[in-house]
């Protein structure tokens, strides 16, 4: 268990190591680099911008210009999911990364009571699990 960005092995999570991404219509918006680093699996994150229709599915996607890659936090292993927390500007958003195929992962967003009753009184929708997929 690690706080700043690792977290110790266990057998399921090695396959966890590599790049993912998700592809919307060709853009690549947020990107996770997984490595195994002495024992621990190390990672960060970059993220570009992201708008969910009112089912909660991606229908817009924005890659940056230059994606700045931030350290992951909080990290917990259990089994084939990764749960981990992203520091930007004045947020800290949690998510978990499940490993659910060959190459083929879901990133959720974990959300508190709090904001998903904020998300509700603004009418926002929940938003689904990012389909992310391993480059080699």
Known sequence: LGLLGSASLQPAAASMSGTW????RGTTNIRHELSAVDGTLAGKMGTGT??????GDVDEAAAPASMTMTPLLEV????????????EGNDTDHFRLTVVGADQAELTFVLT?????ELKDEGIPVPKPFRLRRLR
């Open 76 to 87: 917990t292993l259990d089994g084939t999911s990764l749960s981990f927390a992203s520091h």
């Open 113 to 117: 009571e709090e904001l998903l009753e």
């Open 50 to 55: 992201v708008h969910f229709d009112k089912n």
């Open 21 to 24: 991404v998700p592809d919307h």
